[in-house]
């Protein structure tokens, strides 16, 4: 037994290098293996990203064992035995000790925001032939837009964020309302929205698929429901044959008010459905209520209610929410707006007009509870 104690105290230096050895090890494994439940290296970017992350799983996982190897070594080592009670040596003060754990940390955080500042500047820098893209977040809805090529004010919009792979993409992103967080984990991007200013996050797509993009900040009760995807088409000519057709659209806008005020709502322009249901729209919110059937509840029950034709209540909902609460609901709408082009929740007359024939159109039937001339004069009923 004696013999046996001093022999492995002979050797400490071994048993302190065959520790470490086991560390590193230890935090290479976890290095490893923990990429293996990420989503797919969808970008050109996220390689340097991922390679980033395991350099610190690696330091990560190496300081992890070693701090429970040290708990469960005292644990096991240091226990009191049956009958003592007295309390441990006081001890205090150790100068060798706390340079070493103030030393390592500090060369371990250079080493470590050196390379994040290299991979950092390789994956933010500015790329030949970049597509821009505009996306908005609002609570509780992504939209996109994309300028159409020399048509300085017109846009495509979309609720889907479609490119293509091997085109530079350059996401310029703006909040009509909070922080947002602009989040693509297959892209390995993820970019804050703040209010009154522009940030942007750029990125490559690499293998075409479809992908999800996430808020990532608290923005509110619906902030679970801020969700998009990413359309990466394999090529050009697939992702034209997207665009084109809805460029078409905006260069020659449906003449029927019902079908424009149908496709202004599918573009996703305005934010209606992170709130609100609407089968027909692929509308998926509960922050609001739920839109399928409106127009007959409109008739039913709203018109009673405000005195208002079902034309002018829905105009109002859209242009002054608070005025009237659907019971059960706060006051939790954006009030939309015709005055100001630059401001926040701008909504000109016309796509209002639009709007609100669509969703008179939201009954049983399928028929228009509305009258025409009541469309018409919204200008001056919604007042
Ligand atoms: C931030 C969430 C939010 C967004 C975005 C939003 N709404 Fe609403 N909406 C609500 C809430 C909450 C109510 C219920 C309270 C009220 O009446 O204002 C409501 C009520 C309505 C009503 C009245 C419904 C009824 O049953 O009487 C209509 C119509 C409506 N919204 C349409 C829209 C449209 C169209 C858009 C997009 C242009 C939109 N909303 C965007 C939250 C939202
Ligand atoms: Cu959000």
């Known amino acids: 037994m004696n013999a046996e104690r001093s022999n492995t105290s002979s050797s400490p230096i071994l048993w302190v290098v065959a520790a470490f050895a086991l560390l590193i090890?230890?935090?290479?494994?976890i290095a490893e293996a923990t990429p293996l439940i990420l989503p797919p290296q969808a970008s050109a970017e996220s390689q340097q990203v991922d390679n980033l992350f395991k350099v610190m799983l690696a330091i990560g996982g190496a300081i992890f064992l070693l701090v429970q190897g040290a708990i469960v070594y005292s644990v096991i080592r240091f226990r009191a035995k049956p009958g003592e009670r007295e309390d441990g040596v006081?001890?205090?003060?150790?100068a060798t000790l706390e340079f070493v754990w103030t030393a390592i940390p500090a060369v371990i955080v250079l080493i470590l925001s050196i390379l994040s500042f290299q991979v950092w500047v390789s994956i933010t820098s500015a790329q030949d032939n970049e597509l821009v893209v505009h996306a908005?977040?609002?609570?509780?809805?992504?939209?996109?837009?994309?300028?159409?090529?020399?048509?300085?004010?017109?846009?495509?919009?979309?609720?889907?964020?479609?490119?293509?792979?091997?085109?530079?993409?350059?996401?310029?992103?703006?909040?009509?309302?909070?922080?947002?967080a602009?989040?693509?984990?297959?892209?390995?991007?993820?970019?804050?929205?703040?209010?009154?200013?522009?940030?942007?996050?750029?990125?490559?797509?690499?293998?075409?698929?479809?992908y999800p993009i996430f808020c990532a900040e608290l923005c509110g009760s619906g902030h679970g429901d801020m969700r998009a995807r990413i359309i990466v088409h394999p090529d050009e000519e697939t992702y034209l044959a997207w665009f084109?057709?809805?460029?078409?659209?905006?260069?020659?806008?449906?003449?029927?008010?019902?079908a424009r005020g149908f496709q202004i709502l599918a573009s996703g322009q305005y934010p209606c459905a992170g709130c609100h249901v609407l089968e027909e729209l692929d509308w998926t919110g509960v922050t609001g209520p739920n839109q399928n059937g409106l127009a007959d509840r409109v008739v039913n029950n709203r018109v009673a209610a405000t005195g208002e034709?079902?034309?002018?209540?829905?105009?109002?909902?859209?242009?002054?929410?608070?005025?009237?609460?659907?019971?059960?609901?706060?006051?939790?709408?954006?009030?939309?707006?015709?005055?100001?082009?630059?401001?926040?929740?701008?909504?000109?007359?016309?796509?209002?007009?639009?709007?609100v024939a669509y969703l008179c159109t939201l009954s049983a039937s399928g028929e228009s509870v509305c009258d025409p001339q009541n469309i018409q004069d919204l200008p001056s009923l919604v007042d």
Do not use: C
């Open 182 to 210: 602009f989040y693509i984990p297959a892209m390995r991007v993820k970019q804050d929205l703040l209010p009154g200013r522009e940030t942007e996050v750029r990125f490559t797509p690499t293998i075409p698929g479809d």
């Open 90 to 94: 006081a001890m205090h003060g150790n």
């Open 25 to 29: 090890l230890g935090g290479l494994i």
């Open 136 to 180: 908005t977040g609002a609570r509780f809805n992504w939209s996109f837009s994309y300028n159409i090529p020399e048509q300085d004010d017109l846009t495509v919009n979309a609720r889907e964020l479609h490119t293509y792979v091997g085109q530079p993409i350059r996401m310029v992103l703006s909040t009509a309302d909070v922080n947002h």
């Open 309 to 355: 034709v079902p034309a002018e209540y829905l105009g109002r909902s859209l242009y002054h929410p608070g005025e009237y609460l659907v019971p059960g609901f706060g006051n939790l709408m954006p009030q939309f707006q015709p005055d100001d082009p630059a401001g926040a929740n701008y909504m000109p007359m016309e796509d209002m007009q639009a709007i």
């Open 244 to 258: 084109n057709p809805e460029a078409d659209v905006v260069l020659n806008p449906p003449e029927d008010p019902v």
